[in-house]
């Protein structure tokens, strides 16, 4: 539920509401809290006609949430799914946490035939059939980039190896906390350490009390 009346008509599908305020003026790429447009909602929730709708309108497909997602991130739907792709989203596209779409729909568990298709799409962009030409400019900085970092790593293959690593963790560690939540990560941080120090209490046989301590307690 939202407060945004347009935001509110992405999520019911309530299309005839929906282009009546995009007919009086109102802002198609308007966000809510978390930084989702209409199309994301609208998306997440397989609404296509709305997402026509505001593509008509004027909405900026490429948009991103605040977690770098765009609405295909957020989409579970073929059809809508075709809409967005046909119309100019990059189906490799990551977001903050380095997140295709078809990863978060792989977690999300949507259904078979929205996987199979954003497999095949995937698939097609490895291959290069859904990529645009690039300029002569942009072909050469490109090759330059590209030599510049195989240089790098051929005098650094260590530092390539660590770098790798060191990603992949940070990764998988904001990817973890995102889920869990903050501050229920720094409670099980705490209760592990509480823990560690009580088997290693008892390994080592000290006791956080001395004995004239405990006899004096009691």
């Not at 948009?63 to 295909?72: H, K, P, S």
Request: hydrophobic share 40%.
């Amino acid at each position: 539920q939202t407060s945004v009346p347009l935001l509110q008509s992405c999520i019911d599908g309530d299309l005839p509401f929906g282009k009546r305020l995009l007919e009086t003026g109102c802002d198609p790429n308007i966000r809510d809290n978390r930084g989702r447009t209409g199309l994301h909602l609208a998306a997440a929730r397989g609404n296509v006609d709305i997402c026509r709708l505001l593509h008509k309108f004027g909405a900026d497909l490429l948009a991103t949430d605040y977690q770098g997602n765009t609405a295909l991130h957020l989409c579970g739907h073929v059809d809508t799914i075709q809409f967005l792709v046909s119309n100019g989203l990059k189906i490799d596209i990551c977001n903050h946490n380095g997140s295709t779409p078809l990863v978060l729909a792989k977690r999300r568990g949507v259904n078979k035939d929205a996987i199979r298709l954003l497999e095949g799409l995937e698939e097609q962009e490895v291959k290069g059939f859904n990529r645009g030409p690039h300029s002569k400019l942009e072909t050469m900085q490109m090759a330059d980039s590209e030599s510049a970092m195989e240089s790098h790593s051929l005098l650094n293959p260590n530092l390539q190896s660590s770098e790798g690593v060191l990603s992949s963790f940070r990764t998988t560690w904001q990817e973890f906390v995102e889920d869990l939540g903050f501050w229920r990560v720094l409670l099980l941080l705490v209760v592990i350490a509480l823990l560690s120090l009580g088997i290693a209490y008892y390994v080592s046989g000290v006791l956080p009390f001395s004995t004239s301590q405990l006899e004096l307690v009691h």
